[in-house]
C-alpha cells in the first residue's frame, strides 16, 4: 500500500512528470512557455475540430449532469417513496429540474451546429476568422457544458434533500423547491452565455 501523505508522491513524482511531458513537447527546456511553438500547434490545428470539440461537450457535460441529478434524486425520491409513498408524484418535479438540464445542452448543440460553415484552408492554413469562429464554438460549447453539469448537481442534491424533507413534513415541500428553482436556473446562464459568444461567428471575411 503506498503512503500518499509521503512527499514524494504527492509532490516530487507529479512536478517529475510533468516537467519531463514539458520538456518532451515544447522540446526546449530554456523557455519556460514556447509561444511560438504554441502558435504554431494551434494556427496547424483545424477550427472544426474545435467546433465539433465544442458541440460533443455542450450536449455531453449536459447530459452527464442531467444523469447524475437524476440519479441522486431519484434514489433519494425511490427509497424514502418505501415510507412514505405520497411523495412520489409531488417530488416528480426533481427530476423533470434535471432533465430539463440535458435539453439545454440538446438546444445549445442543435444552435452551434448551425454555425459550422465549410472553408477551405490556404496553402494548408485557415483564415484567422476560421480559427476565431473554431475557437468561439468551443468556448460556447464548453461554458454551457460544464454549467450544466454542475446545475444537474446542484439540482440533483437539492431535489434529494426535497424528497427527504417532504417525507418528514410535507409543508417544507414547497419552500425548498424555490431554492431547487434557482439551483434549476443557473444552468440558463451557461446557456445565454454560450448563445452569445457564437452569436458573432463568422468563417469568412
Do not use: H
Not at 13 to 23: D, M, Q, S
Not at 67 to 88: D, N
Not at 96 to 113: P, S, T
Amino acid at each position: 500500500m503506498v503512503d500518499l501523505t509521503r512527499p514524494i508522491v504527492w509532490f516530487y513524482l507529479p512536478v517529475t512528470i510533468t516537467w519531463i511531458c514539458f520538456v518532451i513537447s515544447v522540446g526546449n527546456p530554456q523557455y519556460f512557455i514556447d509561444y511560438n511553438w504554441l502558435w504554431l500547434l494551434f494556427r496547424s490545428m483545424s477550427p472544426y475540430f474545435w467546433s465539433a470539440l465544442g458541440v460533443a461537450l455542450a450536449v455531453g457535460m449536459s447530459i452527464l449532469g442531467a444523469a447524475w441529478g437524476i440519479f441522486i434524486t431519484g434514489s433519494s425520491l425511490v427509497g424514502a417513496a418505501i415510507r412514505v409513498p405520497r411523495i412520489t408524484s409531488k417530488n416528480l418535479i426533481s427530476v423533470i429540474f434535471c432533465e430539463a438540464v440535458a435539453i439545454y445542452g440538446v438546444i445549445v448543440a442543435i444552435i452551434l451546429q448551425t454555425k459550422i460553415e465549410r472553408v477551405d484552408p490556404v496553402d494548408g492554413v485557415y483564415d484567422k476568422y476560421a480559427l476565431a469562429a473554431g475557437y468561439s464554438i468551443f468556448g460556447s460549447g464548453v461554458t454551457c457544458g460544464f454549467a450544466n453539469l454542475v446545475c444537474g448537481m446542484c439540482v440533483g442534491i437539492v431535489g434529494s434533500s426535497c424528497a427527504l424533507s417532504d417525507a418528514q413534513n410535507s409543508t417544507l415541500f414547497v419552500k425548498i423547491l424555490v431554492v431547487e428553482i434557482f439551483g434549476s436556473a443557473l444552468g440558463l446562464f451557461g446557456v445565454i452565455i454560450g448563445i452569445i459568444m457564437s452569436g458573432g461567428v463568422k468563417w469568412a471575411a
